[in-house]
């Protein structure tokens, strides 16, 4: 139990430390001034679309949620959907090891509307699935579309091949679409059964996913100048793999992962302009999103001990005591 209690922050940390090395060996010649030029040279323009595509990002996450309660069978107001969802994403996102601190927050929150913890369970697990189903469909569109993104961290795959797994991965999911107009039966684990996810829920997946991970990809793409900009095929493909990077390596807000896969991934680039750009998608996407979450954790908790302990009870244990 202790050593599960401290393997993900351990990994978190060592993942850090790897990555803060090998950002030292690529940025030792980047000095502030870089950076400060790099800032200023974003247009006005660009900030507004960079902060347009968070809204978007975000707004798609509260859909994650809202598809796996449509699984579930489950109805909840809207609003608090949007509420807990947001603050999930927040706060897994900065703190690491994401199914843990957003398994937390969704217990918090959906079990004061009634669901039991094997819901819950299933309702995280799905929006997991949700976000991988996202990420493989726009891959396996980037991969096709741009084979030769795989160049760009070395030749251990031909550009044929890298056509060819794309194509793959596309027809593995046209086979799970095709499945869920089947009706298969569900998956019984003893006291446990598994549904195979209904067309109405199948077809949302293909759509959020996608949507919050374009969104987000898009900050980075429009904080980045026209200059060696490859296009934002490339960005989203290269963000695709350095979110999922940061994602398993659990360090927290993928720091330093992000960072080092985007430099490895636009080498034509100046390197202030990348760094710069992704300070844009930390500040847009990660910071301020992170300190409202604390806020509405704050208010929700507050709220929960007032609901949980009435004025009168209050008072009748100060009375005892």
């Given amino acids: 139990m202790t050593f599960k209690k401290y393997l993900w922050p351990t ?33 006005m323009t660009h900030w507004l679309l960079a902060a347009l595509s968070t809204l978007v990002a975000y707004a798609a996450l509260a859909g994650y949620d809202r598809i796996a309660l449509m699984h579930l069978g489950k109805k909840i107001d809207w609003w608090f959907i949007t ?35 094997a819901e819950i369970g299933v309702l995280i697990a799905t929006c997991s699935f949700t976000f991988i189903l996202g990420t493989l469909l726009l891959a396996g569109m980037v991969l096709v579309y741009e084979p030769e993104l795989i160049e760009r961290f070395g030749d251990l795959v031909p550009v044929e091949a890298s056509a060819a797994t794309g194509v793959l991965i596309l027809a593995l999911i046209g086979l799970y679409v095709v499945a869920s107009f089947m009706k298969l039966k569900p998956l019984k684990l003893g006291s446990i059964h598994i549904s195979y996810p209904a067309p109405k829920v199948v077809l949302p997946q293909l759509l959020i996913a996608p949507i919050e991970l374009i969104g987000a990809a898009g900050i980075i793409y429009f904080a980045l100048p026209e200059a060696g900009n ?11 793999i350095s979110f999922s990077a940061a994602l398993l390596s659990h360090a927290p807000g993928g720091l330093g992962v992000l960072e080092l896969v985007f ?45 949980n302990n009435p004025p009168d009870l209050r008072r009748g244990e100060q009375h005892e005591g």
């Fill in 230 to 240: 490859p296009g934002f095929m490339i960005v989203l493909g290269i963000f695709l």
């Fill in 83 to 117: 509420i807990c969802s947001f603050t999930t994403y927040a706060l897994s996102h900065n703190v690491g090891a994401s199914v843990v601190s957003g398994a937390v927050v969704r217990y918090r929150a959906y079990s004061t509307r009634g669901l039991t913890p």
């Fill in 263 to 307: 430099l490895m991934g636009l080498p034509d680039m100046n390197q202030a302009d990348v760094i710069a750009a992704l300070l844009v998608f930390r500040l847009f996407y990660l910071i301020i999103p992170f300190v409202m979450a604390l806020v509405v954790i704050l208010v929700f908790e507050r709220s929960q001990f007032k609901l």
């Fill in 11 to 43: 990994v978190g940390a060592l993942t850090i430390a790897l990555s803060a090395w090998l950002l030292y060996k690529e940025l030792r010649g980047l000095s502030l001034d870089d950076l400060g030029d790099s800032f200023s040279a974003i247009p």
